[in-house]
T-cell receptor, first 113, second 113 residues
């Protein structure tokens, strides 16, 4: 299994909703990432988990709350989002050993109304 | 911090021609340079990478070259095919600094049949 699986593929939510994005990998990778990508732009790093501990938070607003329940799962909890948060949210993972090879999922296309 | 510049932003070639995309980086400590291909509606996929102890790497029609002195690296695609049409991102990172990859702004490659 060489895949990073993200669900849902598409999500539409209102500004008062609470929703969660899910990411799963079974490659034994111990680093997992959340990125935000706007149209025609490169991915922007949001959070990094290393061995299930949050190691990088790129000053992301608190309306985004990451969670890493175990080494295979990564969640991103969303609450009170703004229309400008509409974007493609990408999850990625890296193998252990100090190598920055990143394997990306297909992303969740989020629209905030 | 690291800064990666990528050129050109758009590239159009005829099928069968070669395509070259160039990136420069600023941090001499960077030692890992991946290239990602992102097709419409998908996440970025690693297509080739190079480490700072290597000057060139090939994989079938794709090659990457690295000039550490000049701090630039390039992606070469030969015998282009319509399915090569996508957005290509270069990135630079320090392999011991897990999670912190700096991406270029991307190149939209169009291969005309």
């Amino acid at each position: 299994d060489t895949e990073v699986t993200q669900t849902p593929k598409h999500l539409v939510m209102g500004m008062t909703n609470k929703k969660s994005l899910k990411c799963e990998q079974h490659m034994g990778h111990r680093a997992m990432y959340w990125y935000k990508q706007k149209a025609k732009k490169p991915p922007e790093l949001m959070f990094v988990y290393s061995y299930e501990k949050l190691s990088i938070n790129e000053s992301v607003p608190s309306r985004f709350s990451p969670e890493c329940p175990n080494s295979s799962l990564l969640n991103l909890h969303l609450h009170a989002l703004q229309p400008e948060d509409s974007a493609l949210y990408l999850c990625a993972s890296s193998p252990p050993g100090g190598i920055n090879i990143q394997y990306f999922g297909a992303g969740t296309r989020l629209s905030v109304l | 911090g690291e800064n990666v510049e990528q050129h050109p932003s758009t590239l159009s070639v005829q099928e069968g021609d070669s395509a070259v995309i160039k990136c420069t980086y600023s941090d001499s400590a960077s030692n890992y340079f991946p290239w990602y291909k992102q097709e419409l509606g998908k996440g970025p996929q690693l297509i080739i990478d190079i480490r700072s102890n290597v000057g060139e790497k090939k994989d079938q029609r794709i090659a990457v070259t690295l000039n550490k002195t000049a701090k630039h690296f390039s992606l070469h695609i030969t015998e282009t095919q319509p399915e090569d049409s996508a957005v290509y991102f270069c990135a630079a990172s320090i392999s011991t600094n897990a999670g912190k990859s700096t991406f270029g702004d991307g190149t939209t490659l169009t291969v005309k049949p």
